[in-house]
């Protein structure tokens, strides 16, 4: 995400000052990267594009992170995230397209359009696999993604969260009535497939521990634990 928008691809950056920086924050959707010497600025800052009462701050360092608490008090909620190693060769195409083939036949795979594009923005569960966008226009420029369905309805997708010139963000999902039958793994082989088909690179960063087990059925290697914080009310 931080080279998203030291790309100018998607999100933007802040710093103390144009010509000569100190301190920057990165800002992409619903997450924010600080970097640079701790700048209370910065951390307080909310840009107008921001329209969402939430955002998830990753510290650089302990000074961000004392600067962040001490700002934000009680509205900040610590979270633990999982960073996972990036490498590009590490995928195994014929098992991943064994998992895609295993899909149940009652169920089927179709890549997320217009229609999808518009219900994810209405659903709160499958709100993040287009949040980050302005609108499809922009979807259709940037990101891509495929949902499962059984009967007409979503049971789970993989989406760009967010896209950078050699690569996506991975957003997975899938409808709580249907967690734990195999479905996100389903989806995220299909999305990783596409990914190397289109020869980029399908970057994973986990939320949870279930995220990092799926991370690693699909081919990946958990890399480290850091820290970010919640900010209600932001």
């Known amino acids: ?41 910065l951390v307080s800052f909310k840009p107008k594009s921001h329209t969402k009462d939430f955002i998830l ?36 195409r014929a098992y991943l397209t064994s998992v895609v083939d295993a899909c149940p036949t009652e169920f089927a795979l179709r890549p997320i359009d217009e229609s999808i594009f518009r219900q994810s923005r209405e659903t709160a ?42 690569g996506i963000e991975i957003q997975i999902d899938t409808y709580e009535p249907y967690r734990r039958r195999g479905f996100a793994l389903i989806c995220g082989a299909k999305l990783i497939l596409d990914c190397l088909e289109k020869g980029l690179y399908p970057s994973w960063d986990a939320a949870n521990l279930a995220s990092v087990a799926l991370a690693e059925k699909l081919g990946y290697h958990f890399d480290r634990e850091y820290i970010a914080y919640g900010i209600q009310n932001y």
Do not use: H, N
Not at 15 to 33: G, T, V
Not at 57 to 67: F, G, K
Not at 69 to 91: S, T, W
Not at 129 to 158: H, M, N, P
């Open 1 to 41: 995400m931080i080279t998203s928008c030291l790309q100018g691809v998607m999100g933007k950056i802040y710093a103390d000052d144009a010509e000569f920086p100190r301190s920057a924050m990165a800002i992409l959707d619903d997450f924010a990267f600080f970097a640079g010497a701790p700048d209370r600025t």
């Open 125 to 166: 569960w499958m709100l993040d696999w287009t949040s980050a966008y302005a609108d499809y226009d922009e979807y259709q420029r940037l990101g891509f993604g495929v949902v499962l369905e059984k009967d007409g309805e979503i049971v789970a997708g993989a989406s760009a969260y967010s896209r950078y010139r050699e």
């Open 57 to 92: 701050m990753v510290p650089q360092s302990l000074a961000w992170d004392e600067l962040i608490r001490e700002v934000y008090g009680e509205r900040c909620i610590l979270m633990m995230r999982y960073a996972i190693r990036k490498e590009p060769d590490v995928f195994d």
